[in-house]
């Protein structure tokens, strides 16, 4: 399945004021509110031997590509993933999914014998799109918070508890041993590509600056330097 292009702005919010930046979420013109309930997000990384995509991100190439295989709820139970491929283009972004069963309870199944069980379920399309991202980096989890604006045309998502579990040098899946990510929350405003004047006018009202950010990024550079 292929998603429409879509804008994404970031916005990382210190715990002190993120009671604040939600006020101004329900009181701005956009009167965000709930969309789904809370609920935990886990975001398998794959990437090159020689790290491609990480370098990619970090010169700011505008066309670039990433991996992931993703799943909610408890950090084990994967039996209802999907694979995304997540593509870049020119400040827009959209995703091609393709969905996948994952058994992560059974810790005796290596990543190799996990690789290929996905692949196996995958077309011959999706198989030529892993080609290049064969190696499991990290396992990223947060838990997400959803809301959309009064018109719907504008979601916001609040990623918080962001935690990373360094998966290269494991042969079996690392779901137990964790770095933190920071005291801070993420909020990404996010809108298909024709409303995106409509997200401008509302981010030039912010009150807080976005920047960029990629979770993938941040998550390598604390399993290296923390």
Aim: with cysteine; glycine share 4%.
């Amino acid at each position: 399945m292929i998603q429409d292009y879509r804008f994404e702005i970031k916005i990382p919010i210190p715990l002190n004021r993120l009671e604040y930046m939600l006020s101004w979420l329900r009181l701005s013109p956009m009167g965000f509110r709930q969309h789904h309930p809370a609920q935990h997000v886990n975001s398998v990384y794959f990437d090159s031997y020689q790290m491609a995509c990480f370098a990619e991100n970090l010169s700011g190439i505008s066309n670039r590509n990433k991996m992931r295989i993703r799943w909610y709820h408890d950090i084990t139970n994967a039996g209802k993933a999907q694979l995304e491929f997540k593509l870049r283009r020119s400040g827009k972004g959209c995703k091609v999914i393709y969905p996948l069963q994952l058994n992560f309870d059974d810790p005796n199944i290596s990543w190799s014998e996990h690789i290929k069980h996905c692949q196996s379920q995958l077309t011959l399309q999706a198989l030529s799109e892993w080609d290049s991202q064969t190696y499991p980096i990290l396992l990223g989890r947060y838990k997400r918070q959803y809301l959309i604006s009064f018109c719907g045309r504008i979601r916001a998502t609040l990623d918080s508890d962001m935690e990373v579990y360094d998966q290269r040098y494991w042969s079996k899946p690392n779901t137990t041993r964790s770095h933190k990510m920071g005291d801070y929350v993420l909020l990404e405003l996010k809108c298909q590509d024709q409303h995106e004047r409509l997200l401008s006018d509302l981010v030039s009202r912010c009150p807080l600056n976005p920047s960029r950010h990629s979770k993938y990024v941040n998550g390598v550079r604390h399993m290296i330097y923390v």
